[in-house]
């Protein structure tokens, strides 16, 4: 089975505080996705990558970074935390379309975090 | 350009009872459609998807989906929903024409909540 882990379930943070999420796939997956999710607005893509250092850019990049030094990590940055960064984030790993005809998403456990 | 919709965001159902959950979607190409389901505390979970062949997609604990392109639908189904099926429900759609490295757009989520 995959299995995509995440570095904390919980993280509380003060604003202005640089904060990393880390995430590690044991899969050997390309692919690896950030997302928040909020009540009401599902999941949004924060950035992706489809290869060690390659990333892009998804729908709510601002305010975040993200970097991919090995391709079994992928980790989220706020640089400088604000309240409404307060969420849950969720990573994710999926192989390419081109090796296996779709590209089903695994997801981590979550990482709840409070910006004070 | 690729969207997803779930028209509602609450589903209640008796135990026993057929459960549906709605999902429509917008593409320039062809569709691939994914339903996944989160449970509390809990990270994503990979339920079944639809890439190609038959309308009728079984996934897993007993969860079906039917494509239908003309009304560009993948509801999710089950015939005899179980109070273990309470649960927050994503729907995820990738276009064919999207080669952005398999990144998927999701739904709001749809809450369904089973009753004894």
């Known amino acids: 089975d995959v299995k995509v882990t995440q570095s904390s379930r919980y993280l509380v943070k003060r604003t202005g505080e640089k904060v990393f999420l880390e995430c590690v796939q044991d899969?050997?997956?390309?692919?690896m996705f950030w997302y928040r999710q909020d009540p009401g607005l599902g999941l949004r893509l924060i950035y992706f990558s489809y290869d060690v250092k390659m990333k892009e850019k998804g729908d709510i990049p601002e305010g975040y970074s993200v970097s991919r030094e090995k391709k079994e990590r992928f980790s989220l940055i706020l640089e400088s935390a604000s309240t409404n960064q307060t969420s849950m984030y969720l990573c994710?790993?999926?192989?390419?379309?081109?090796?296996?005809?779709?590209?089903?998403?695994?997801f981590g456990p979550g990482t709840r975090l409070t910006v004070l | 350009a690729q969207s997803v919709a779930q028209p509602e965001d609450q589903v209640n159902v008796a135990e026993g009872n057929p459960l549906t959950v709605k999902c429509t979607y917008s593409?320039?190409?062809?569709?691939?459609l994914f339903w996944y389901v989160q449970y509390p505390n809990r990270g994503l979970q990979f339920l079944l998807k639809y890439i190609t062949g038959d309308n009728l997609v079984k996934g897993s604990y007993g969860f079906e989906a039917e494509f239908n392109k003309s009304q560009t639908s993948f509801h999710l189904k089950k015939p005899s929903a179980l109070v273990s099926d309470s649960a927050l429900y994503f729907c995820?759609?990738?276009?064919?024409?999207?080669?952005?490295?398999?990144?998927?757009?999701f739904g709001d989520g749809t809450t369904l909540t089973v009753k004894p």
């Open positions: 593409v320039s190409g062809n569709p691939y």
């Open positions: 899969m050997d997956h390309e692919n």
């Open positions: 995820a759609v990738r276009d064919s024409y999207n080669t952005n490295a398999g990144k998927s757009t």
């Open positions: 994710a790993s999926s192989l390419p379309y081109r090796t296996t005809g779709s590209d089903t998403q695994y």
